[in-house]
Structures are given as C-alpha cells and as structure tokens.
C-alpha cells in the first residue's frame, strides 16, 4: 500500500505525532481533531482507541481515510492509559517520529496551546503542561477534583523529592529518544501514576524536564475515567517509589553505589 503524503514536522522539533488515548469519547473526538489539525498542521495525531462501544473508533476510521495527518491504533479492549500510551509510543518509534505528545480526549487540553509546548519541546527532553504553575487556569471544575489534585501533586513532590508542580497532568511532549532511556517495557502503572512514574523516571535520569502554564478546562461531554480504584493506585505507587529512592539513598551511602545508577522497583 503506498504511504499517503502528511505534515512535515514542527519546527526546531521534527516529525510529532500527538498520541489520544479513547474509550467512549465520540461525542468530544471530532472536534477536538479540527481544532488540532487547524491549530498545529504540522503534526500527526494518532487516536488509539479501546474498542470505544460508543463507536470512536469509527469516527477515527473516518477522519482518518479524509486525512493523511491522522492515523488510529485499534486495541481489542479497555485495557488502561498507560497501556494505551506505551502502544501509541512504540508505534511512533517504529515510524520514525521525534516527539510524541500526551494529550486527553475529553477537551480539557486546549489545542491552540500546543504550540507553546512543543516550542519549549526545541530545548528540553520532556516538557509538561502545568494546571499549578503561575500563568495558569483551571476552569469549572469541581472543589473536591482541585484539592484532590494539589493535595496528590504536593504529597508527589514530597514523597519524591521531585521538582515539578505537576506531575500527574495529561498533557505532554516528550522527544523520542529521551523516551528510548526510559525503560517503558517495565511501567506498569495507570492513571495518575503513570503520569507521575514517567515524570519521576525522567527526573532520575537527568533529563531536561520543564513546565509550561496551561489552561485546564474541565470537560463538556461525557463521564470522567477518574475513580477510587485510579486514586488508590497512584497514591499506592508514589509511596512505594518514595520509600525505593531512600533505601537506595541509604545502600549508596552505605556501600558507594554510583549517583546514576537507577534501579526499578
């Protein structure tokens, strides 16, 4: 089958693909894809979708036999974020891209800011969309989803040690070959936690890791993906990364094991 003919690359940053996890999200998908391709035409979008029964995946199908900049990742069942991630990761590499983009469904990331991120991406490794930075906004969303989010972000940077005033937000660059340091065939994390786990291997690893204000709006259209089960997992997983760092802080100063050496629970 020949290759149809795409976007070309951002400046100073080189072919990006923007990666979208779906799982019922039809009412939000079309939309969001416009403003995309209106806003940033020199990337691609890869949807990957999780056999969304409310017929996304179609909808992809659709926009992307009309598009050549848009592409879809068919998985045969809801099987997690991270997972979905690590999938449209690999199928960037395996296509030759430089940077990949995180990005939700829901319309809470607003396209006409990508570019800011991805004109950060020309100087850093990984670059974060920050709700808790100065410059940005959070709009309508609930009390309890504000302190469950600042109180998750402060106990992060607490348990870690790890500079970043957002560290389980969704909306993301990062370059390929920082990503291939990273080891993603061992993150088995979900949710928030995969959010904060590639954050926190990034950080131990020395990469260049910056923040860029976002406006987070909460989402139009269908039902959150956020749940008890989600919430248990990160807070889980942070405590277990918290407690690994100082026991390896306390091995290194006990036996000299080199400042780089990071091992993965």
Do not use: C
Not at 56 to 79: F, I, Q, S, Y
Not at 162 to 167: C, F, I, L, Q
Not at 168 to 175: A, H, L, M, N, S
């Amino acid at each position: 089958m020949t290759e149809r003919s795409g976007p070309v690359g951002f400046p100073g940053v080189g072919r990006t693909l923007i990666v979208i996890p779906t799982y019922n999200e039809a009412e939000n998908l079309p939309g969001l894809l416009r403003r995309l391709r209106g806003a940033v035409p020199s990337a691609e979008i890869l949807v990957v979708d999780d056999a969304s029964p409310d017929g996304t995946g179609e909808l992809a199908d659709g926009m992307a036999a009309a598009d050549p900049g848009v592409h879809v990742l068919h998985r045969p069942g809801k099987n997690g974020l991270g997972a979905a991630y690590v999938a449209g990761f690999r199928w960037a590499a395996q296509r030759g891209f430089d940077a990949v983009v995180e990005m939700d469904a829901d319309g809470s990331h607003a396209p006409e800011e990508l570019h800011r991120l991805l004109e950060a991406a020309r100087h850093a490794d990984v670059v974060l969309g920050s709700r808790w930075v100065r410059g940005a906004r959070v709009v309508n969303w609930p009390w309890h989803r504000l302190l469950l989010s600042r109180a998750g972000n402060l106990y992060t940077r607490l348990a870690l040690g790890m500079p970043v005033s957002d560290a389980t937000g969704g909306f993301r660059v990062y370059r390929l070959a920082a990503l291939a340091g990273l080891d993603l065939g061992s993150v088995a994390s979900q949710g928030y936690s995969f959010q904060v786990e590639l954050a926190w291997r990034a950080h131990q690893a020395g990469l260049r890791v910056v923040e860029v204000p976002i406006t987070f709006a909460e989402r139009e259209h269908g039902a959150s993906k956020m749940s008890p089960t989600i919430i248990g997992e990160a807070l889980w997983r942070v405590t277990q990364w918290g407690a690994h760092d100082r026991r390896m802080a306390i091995r290194r100063a006990l036996h000299g094991t080199p400042t780089g050496q990071v091992r993965w629970p």
